[in-house]
């Protein structure tokens, strides 16, 4: 099994900056692929971002590119998404996810291909 826990999340104003982590345990983590997402009230839940943990080859959705930074520290299996000029439309809760098998880098993206997952934390961004 594997553990993700979130942290980081709150209250922000638009055009301030969070840095989200989630650590990661457990004797099955050895991801290929670690992910951000997130899901507003409503809607479906959207890429945000995705690191290769070997390599780390990073990837984001081209409305995120710029703003949004993914990165990891192996030695404390914890990944981060540093997110800036957050606007309200960022409100959201984000994600940490694991998937442990290359299923090909178009899937970053699809949620269904991750198999663990963290329970989340709270970013609101207020005007």
């Known amino acids: 099994q594997v553990q993700l826990v979130e942290s980081g999340g709150g209250l922000v104003q638009a055009g301030g900056s969070l840095r989200l982590s989630c650590a990661a345990s457990?004797?099955?983590?050895?991801?290929?692929?670690m992910g951000w997402f997130r899901q507003a009230p409503g809607r479906e839940r959207e890429f945000v971002a995705a690191?290769?943990?070997?390599?780390?080859?990073?990837d984001y959705p081209d409305s995120l590119k710029g703003r949004f930074t993914i990165s990891r520290d192996v030695p404390k299996n914890t990944v981060y998404l540093q997110m800036n000029s957050l606007q309200p439309e960022d409100t959201a809760v984000y994600y940490c996810?694991?998937?442990?098998?290359?299923?090909?880098?178009?899937?970053?993206?699809?949620?269904?291909?991750?198999?663990?997952w963290g329970q989340g934390t709270q970013v609101t961004v207020s005007s």
């Open positions: 996810a694991h998937k442990t098998i290359n299923t090909g880098w178009r899937d970053n993206g699809r949620a269904s291909t991750y198999d663990y």
């Open positions: 457990g004797r099955s983590f050895s991801p290929y692929l």
């Open positions: 690191i290769n943990w070997r390599g780390g080859t990073t």
